[in-house]
């Protein structure tokens, strides 16, 4: 079968790397030894690997805004987006609702436990505080809404200067609060804008890395190298590093663009379904493991390499059998 001509293999392929970074993030969540190298090095390397979704994001709005309607646009980002984000939000949502209120929630707004049915779950929707990743809808929203604005940025392209400051602000603003969904929108907004800027002008920035690849290749590692320890101003740091990554891995998978494992592409495919259901996994597994079977690792290495394979063998499978049983309706179930 042809391919359309927008398609963009190594951006394809992309969002496969992507989604890696995004789990192997999230399987560190609640280690206690945060000292040892083995966590250092894991947690620095996939920490915040949302700069990479958020950039993909940006970089096929502005690929694919020939012929933008933004009615039309609304419509599928709630049929592909927010219609799965309500269906995966419910079970977590029940036991967060009927269980008591955990102690992270009351830490976030102590009257938590004294609000209404109605306005807890109003409030865990808006700020996806319901389970660990799903603060990334409300946000990304956020960027649906603003489209014309930002599609008024790219059909004037000297308004890409804008992103000078936005980099500023992101440094200034760096990622905490997750919750706070205002203020994670003004952080990624420099990540969003410059996705849109490496494809608008994505023939230009391959004739650049083609020509300063060597010099950007060592900048990169140096970075990722620096991040490796505890140093002032860390946040920014690591917000760097994920930027530079993006320029790295689109220049590097455009080059060995016939090298790249093909599983890279099968995750890319159902990349948004591992998004939203991977978390699920990731508490199921640790729970199995640690309270069922009573197994106790020690090493963060083999233990983040044991979840890691085993959050994304049955996140794939479950979303195999979704899809085998739904068919294409399952992209409106749990997002692919």
Avoid at 72 to 87: A, C, D, G, H, M
Avoid at 112 to 135: D, E, K, N
Avoid at 232 to 243: A, C, G, I, N, T
Wanted: charge should be positive; glycine fraction near 6%; proline fraction near 4%.
């Amino acid at each position: 079968m042809a391919q359309s001509k927008t398609y963009l293999n190594y951006i394809h392929n992309f969002r496969g790397v992507a989604i890696i970074f995004v789990v192997g993030g999230h399987i560190l969540y609640g280690w206690h030894d945060k000292s040892s190298i083995g966590y250092q090095i894991i947690n620095s390397v996939f920490q915040n690997g949302t700069v990479l979704f958020i950039f993909i994001a940006g970089y096929l709005f502005q690929h694919l805004s020939r012929g933008f309607e933004y009615k039309s646009y609304l419509e599928k980002k709630v049929t592909n987006v927010l219609l799965p984000y309500l269906i995966v939000s419910l079970p977590i949502l029940l036991v967060r609702l009927y269980s008591g209120a955990p102690d992270y929630l009351v830490e976030l707004e102590p009257d938590y436990a004294h609000w209404s049915v109605a306005h807890r779950c109003f409030w865990l929707l808006i700020t996806g505080a319901h389970l660990l990743p799903l603060w990334f809808v409300p946000m990304i929203t956020l960027f649906y809404l603003c489209a014309p604005l930002l599609l008024a940025i790219d059909r004037r392209p000297r308004y890409y200067w804008v992103l000078i400051l936005l980099v500023i602000v992101s440094l200034l603003v760096p990622r905490k609060e997750l919750e706070n969904i205002p203020r994670m929108f003004i952080h990624f907004l420099s990540v969003y804008v410059f996705g849109m800027f490496c494809s608008h002008y994505k023939n230009e920035l391959l004739e650049f890395s083609k020509r300063w690849w060597q010099p950007m290749t060592a900048l990169t590692v140096v970075v990722v190298i620096a991040s490796l320890f505890k140093i002032p101003l860390y946040d920014q740091m690591m917000y760097v590093q994920k930027m530079l990554l993006c320029w790295f891995f689109i220049y590097w998978l455009w080059r060995w663009d016939a090298h790249v494992p093909k599983i890279t592409g099968f995750l890319a495919e159902i990349s948004f379904g591992i998004f939203f259901v991977h978390f699920y996994f990731v508490i199921g597994l640790r729970y199995l493991q640690e309270r069922v079977l009573h197994i106790e690792i020690r090493e963060i290495v083999l233990y983040w390499s044991i979840q890691f394979i085993g959050v994304m063998v049955t996140t794939s499978l479950f979303i195999w059998v979704m899809q085998k049983i739904f068919g294409k309706r399952s992209r409106m179930l749990i997002g692919c």
